[in-house]
C-alpha cells in the first residue's frame, strides 16, 4: 500500500496558479524539503485516486528551461533524471503566449506534458475564448481547464494524468523550425551526437543538438567530460552557424531560437487557438488598482502605511501568545527547580535547556504572525510592488527592491526579529542580491537589541531617549546598506542580477494557501530549535558556568553567609530560614538583603571565574580600545545565545542577580553610577550592539538559508569585525574630542 | 514609425518591439518575458523614482529597470 504508482510533476511559470493547484491536490499531506545540494525547495504530496497513490512533486516555478537559474536546473534535472510518468504543465490561461514558451520547451525535451489551462475563469472573463479541442490538436497534447482556487476541473485533470500514465494518450516529441539558418546545421549535430551516442543515456539526441546550439554550459560541460571530440565537433559546427547568423542578422543563434519559439506560438494560436473578444492590453481591474497603489505619490504612503499595520498586525496579536508561553516555560522551570536537587543536571535544565529552547520557541508566536502578514502581501502581489517602488534605492546598495521585506521584519522599525528576516529572503530570486540582504539584515535592530539600548538610554541619555532611539534605527539602516554595498563590491562582487520582473494581477489570497505557506515557514523554525539551538544552548551554558569557583572561595562566601545568620537574632534567623515571603520584620529582611548580596557577589566572582569569564577578561586587552572592561564582555559574549541575555548578564556581573529585562531601574542607575562608564562609553557599546554577530538562532537560519556554514561563520566575524572598529572609531574620536 | 530605445518612450506610448540587442542572461531574461521583436508593448508607468519602468506584453504586466530598457528598440507610433 505504500507504493507509489506514478509520479506527476507540477511544472509552470511563477504566478500561473501552480502551488494552489498542488495545494488543491495534496491538502495538508506535504513534505517540503530541498533538492539535494541547493537551497531550492522541494514539495511533494500524494494523491489518492482509484486504489492509486500518486505522488505528485511541485517543481520550481520558472519562465524557461535554461541553465542560468538554480531553478531551472532544479526543474530541467528533476524531468531527466526521475522520469515522471506525467508533467502537468499549468498554464496561466488568460496568459497563454508567454507561458506555452515554458510548454515548448518541456516538449522539446521530450518530457510527457500535459496542460492544465489554469484560471480559465478570469480568462473568459477577460474575453479571452480558447478552443481546447484545437490547441490539444495542434500542440498534441491533451488539454484540460481548471480553476485551481476552487478546485474546479481536479477530477478531468488527474483523468487526464491518468490516460498518459496508461499510455492510452500518445505524445509525440515536438520539433519545430528554427529557421533556414539553424535547421541545416541541427540536422547535422543530430547526426553527430545519435551516431556518437553522446549523452544519449540521458537527453534526446535533438536536445543535445539543440542546448549545443542554444550554448548551454550544463550540457556542454557533461559533454565535454564524456567525448571531448564529438563536443569539439559540435562547437564548431555551432561556430559556424552563429558567425553566419551574426553577419546577416545581427544576432546570435540563442536569441533566433527564442524568436522562432515565440514565432511558433504565435502562429498556432492564430489558427482559431484563441479569440480575444476584447483588446487585451486594455486596462483590468488591477491595473486600476495599481494606478493608486504604485501611483508617484500616493505609492511610497500606502507602502508605509501598509508596512507599519504589518508591524501592528504582528506584534499586537502576538503579544498574547508570546506571554502564554513565557508563563508556560517560567512555570517549566519552576517544576523543576522544585522537583530536582540543587546541582549541575538541575542548572542544566533549567538555564541550559529551558532557558534556551524556551527562549527560542517563545519566538514561534511572532515568526507566526509576521509570517502570516508576509504571505498575504506576497500572494496578493502587493510584495511585488512594493520591490518595484524600491528598487532604484536599494539597487544603489547593490541589493533588490524585494530586499525592503528583509530589513523591515530584522528590526527596519526596531523590534522586529532578524529571524524571520532571514527567511523573508526567500523571495529573492537574484541569487548575490539575496545573499547581501541575508548577510546584512541582522544589522537591524530586532527586538532583543532594544532593552539594552533602553538601558543604556536611560542611564546616559536620560531624557534623549526618542531622539536616541531615532538615531539608534538611522545608524543601523545606513549601516547595513553600506555594508552591503561594501559586501557586493568584494566578497560577493559582481553585476546585478536582471530586475526583469513580473507584476502579476492582484489576486486575494486563499485560506487554505495563507495557512500552509505560513505553517511550513514557522514548523522550520521550530524545528532548528529542537535540534541545533539545543544543543548550542548546552553549550554556552556551560561556558558560563564552568569551571565554577574554587573550593576555597565557595567556602569563604558559605562562612560569610554563616556569619549573617550567626549574628542575626534566633527569630530572624529561623524567620529567614523558613523562606516565609510574607510578613518578615524589618530586622529579618534586613539580614536576608545581606544573605541576598552575598550570593549575588557569588554569582558575580563565579561568572567572572567561568570559561565566558575568562574569555571576557582575556578580551579585555583589547575591548579596552572600545571602552569595555570585562563585565560587558561577557555580557556581549552571553549575547550571542540571545541579545536578551546581555542585560540579564551585565545584571550578574554587577552583582544584581538576574536583572529582568523589563525592570532594569536599578542596573542603569548602578551603571550610571559605575566606574569606567560614561556617556561615550555607552554610545560606543551601543554601536557595538547594534553590528556584532547575530544571535546564533540568526547564524542557523543564515545557514539554512546560504546553505553553507561558511557564510555563517563569515556573517559572525565580519559583523563583530566591524562593530569593534566602529566602537573603537567612536570611543578613542570621542575620548580625544573630551567626552 | 520611429525606433527608440524603450527608455525613452513615455506613458501610455506604444509600439511593436524591433530588436533586443541585450546578450547573456539578461537577453535570456528579456525573451523568457516574451519581449522579442514582433511583440506589442505599452508603457503602463513608472516607478516613484523613474526606475524601473512597468509595461505591458501579450497581456501582463512587467517591470524593467531603465538601464535594461535601454536594449530594447521599439518601433513607435508617431505622436
Known sequence: MNKIDATIALAGNPNSGKTTLFNTLTGARQHVGNYPGVTVEKKEGIYQVNGRKLRIVDLPGTYSLTAYSLEEVVARDFLVQEKPEVVIDIVDAANLERNLYLTLQFMELGAPVCLALNMIDVAESRGVSINTDRLSASLGVPVVTTVARSGKGKEALIAMAESVIDGKQKIRPLTISYGKDIDPALAEMDGMVASAQFLTDRYPAHWVALKYMEGDEQVRKLGYAQDAKVSDRLDQVVAKVAQHIEDTLDSYPEAVIADQRYGYIKALLKNNVVVHRKDPNRLFVSDKIDKVLTNRLAGPLIMLAVIFGLYRFTFTYSTAPVGWLETFFGWLGGVVDQGLPDGLLKSMIVSGVIDGVGGVLGFVPLILFMFLGISFLEDSGYMARMAYMLDRVFRFFGLHGSSVMAFIVSGGIAGGCAVPGVMATRTLKSRKERLATILTAPFMNCGAKVPIFMLLVAAFFAHHEAEVMFIITLIAWAGALLAAKFLRSTVIRGESTPFVMELPPYRLPTFKGLAIHTWERTWQYIRKAGTVILGISIILWALMTFPGLPAAQRQSFDQARKAILTAASPADREAVQAGSNGSLSDTARAVRSRLVYIDHQEAEKSLQNSVAGRIGSALEVVSRWAGFDWRTNIALVGGFAAKEVVVSTLGTAYSLGNVDPDASNTLSATLAAAPGWRPLTAMSLIIFTIFYAPCFVTIVMIVRETGSWKWGAFSMAFNTLIAFTLSVIVFQVGSLLGY | ?79
Open chain 2, 1 to 79: 514609425m520611429a525606433k527608440l530605445p524603450m527608455r525613452q518612450m513615455k506613458k501610455n506610448q506604444s509600439g511593436v518591439i524591433s530588436a533586443v540587442k541585450a546578450t547573456g542572461e539578461l537577453g535570456r531574461r528579456i525573451r523568457d518575458m516574451g519581449l522579442v521583436p514582433g511583440s506589442e508593448v505599452k508603457i503602463q508607468g513608472h516607478a516613484p523614482l523613474y526606475d524601473p519602468v512597468s509595461l505591458r506584453v501579450l497581456g501582463f504586466t512587467l517591470t524593467l529597470r531603465n538601464s535594461e530598457a535601454d536594449f530594447i528598440v521599439v518601433d513607435v507610433d508617431d505622436e
